[in-house]
T-cell receptor, first 109, second 112 residues
Framework: EDKVVQSPLSLVVHEGDTVTLNCSYE??????LLWYKQEKKAPTFLFML??SGIEKKSGRLSSILDKKELFSILNITATQTGDSAIYLC?????????WGAGTKLIIKP | DGGITQSPKYLFRKEGQNVTLSCEQN?????MYWYRQDPGQGLRLIYYSQIVNDFQKGDIAEGYSVSREKKESFPLTVTSAQKNPTAFYLCASSLDWNTEAFFGQGTRLTVV
């Protein structure tokens, strides 16, 4: 059975800290891994990863995929209170999205 | 098991035909949503419903219709008026308007 596991489930840090969120997966036919930031309603697309070892970067956020060890990490440096959200990882397997439970990130001022 | 079920997983239709995508949830959630995802893009909101018997247009409602006759069901009809219907469609639900949403596995619609 396809599954995506995110850790930790929740994380509280202080503004300015760096955080690393994890997403591991076991799927039958991996096509891509996606990261989303969900604040209120529609998740905001962050990254789509298809190749191992190639870091994708957007401002203070970066992500990398390891297809051998079957995981991805999402890094956020110099965190700000606006980074507080649920971060969702999803894996496209056979054209179906398998969702992780999300990591709830709280940034304290 | 509680969750959101979308069906079918894959759907092929001829151009000009209407097609209905199913979304069912047994989480007792009041709010339900339909999104569309195109390659390389984020999710775009089509329609949402905050409570049974009520629904509102999202950002890209043209060419789509929905109904919310039961709390657990929020079917989406892709009509022949939708110019580019081929896409991946995601359904979601949340306890209420202000809580996090949970997503189904999606339906991939291909119109030929």
């Amino acid at each position: 059975e396809d599954k995506v596991v995110q850790s930790p489930l929740s994380l509280v840090v202080h503004e300015g800290d760096t955080v690393t969120l994890n997403c591991s997966y076991e799927v039958t036919n991996f096509r891509s891994l996606l990261w989303y930031k969900q604040e209120k309603k529609a998740p905001t697309f962050l990254f789509m990863l298809t190749s191992s070892g190639i870091e994708k970067k957007s401002g203070r956020l970066s992500s990398i995929l390891d297809k051998k060890e079957l995981f991805s990490i999402l890094n956020i440096t110099a965190t700000q209170t606006g980074d507080s959200a649920i971060y969702l990882c999803a894996v496209d397997s056979n054209y179906q999205l398998i969702w992780g439970a999300g990591t709830k990130l709280i940034i304290k001022p | 098991d509680g969750g959101i079920t979308q069906s079918p997983k894959y759907l092929f239709r001829k151009e000009g035909q209407n097609v209905t995508l199913s979304c069912e949830q047994n989480l007792n959630h009041d709010a339900m949503y339909w999104y569309r995802q195109d390659p390389g893009q984020g999710l775009r909101l089509i329609y949402y419903s905050q409570i049974v018997n009520d629904f509102q247009k999202g950002d890209i409602a043209e060419g789509y219709s929905v109904s919310r006759e039961k709390k657990e069901s929020f079917p989406l009809t892709v009509t022949s008026a939708q110019k580019n219907p081929t896409a991946f469609y995601l359904c979601a639900s949340s306890l209420d308007w202000n809580t996090e949403a949970f997503f189904g596995q999606g339906t991939r619609l291909t119109v030929v």
